[in-house]
């Protein structure tokens, strides 16, 4: 019969990993793991979480993100996470893990912290230095209806610039100016769909960097009614 060589309990009192009883093998291993810093990139200004990508915060995101940082020697490990503290600067979190190792079940619980990392996400980095990359000029009649719709389309569209940075009143009509060129020439291809119109392109150079030219469209977009 097995006898633990460190406590001298017995396989008959209790569960063996090894020649260790499975308390004394869980105190010397480390059977669980998270990285010994762990940090989360938080956006102050829209209040995103960097998971890999800019995400909504949630506790799904959390966890699933944390379950990606862990590291188990145990075999068909699942791990369940709770958060019991968070504020601005950091959040406690608290697992328990259980899985198996050498056939024997185990169950580790454990905690750590998360550090926020406070930052600006790319968009929220352009959009507060008032950065755009297109102008889509609004005209002919129902400017403002068309100027609300086409700012809705352009927040629809998926990507981190899809965001309308300004938006300025003129004799002629309404212009947006929207964060990324390609959400914008994205957004006039539709409203040439749905409308019938031509979307009218022009181009002005804004930089010359390394002999590359860096071009600012505006998009025209001539409403009929
Ligand atoms: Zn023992
Ligand atoms: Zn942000």
Redesign the pocket.
Same mark, same amino acid.
């Given at each position: 019969m097995k006898v633990c060589p460190k406590c001298g309990r017995t396989e008959k009192e209790v569960p063996f990993i090894g020649f260790f009883c499975r308390d004394c093998y869980l105190e010397d291993h480390d059977v669980v793991r998270f990285p010994e810093r762990l940090e989360l990139p938080y &956006?102050v200004? /829209?209040e @995103?979480i960097y998971t890999g990508r800019?995400t909504e915060f949630s506790l799904d995101a959390l966890r699933h993100w944390l379950e990606g940082k862990v590291k188990t020697s145990a075999d068909n490990a699942r791990i369940t996470f709770s958060f019991p503290e968070m504020d601005e600067e950091k959040i406690i979190y608290r697992f328990i893990l259980r899985g198996e190792i050498e056939g024997t079940e185990v169950e580790v619980p454990g905690d750590g912290e998360i550090i926020l990392k406070k930052t600006? &996400?790319p @968009? /929220?980095a352009r959009e507060s230095g008032g950065y755009y990359e297109a102008v889509i000029q609004i005209r002919g009649s129902n400017v403002y209806d068309h100027a609300e719709e086409v700012a809705r389309m352009v927040e629809r569209e998926k990507g981190e610039y899809n965001f309308v940075a300004k938006v300025v009143e003129r004799k002629e009509g309404v212009d947006l100016y929207v964060g990324s060129r390609k959400i914008a020439e994205k957004v006039a291809k539709k409203i040439e769909r749905r409308y019938g119109i031509k979307p009218v392109r022009s181009y002005t150079l804004v930089t010359e960097k390394n002999g590359k030219r860096l071009y600012r469209v505006t998009i025209a977009l001539h409403f009929k009614d």
């Open positions: &956006c200004s /829209c @995103r800019w600006l &996400c @968009r /929220c």
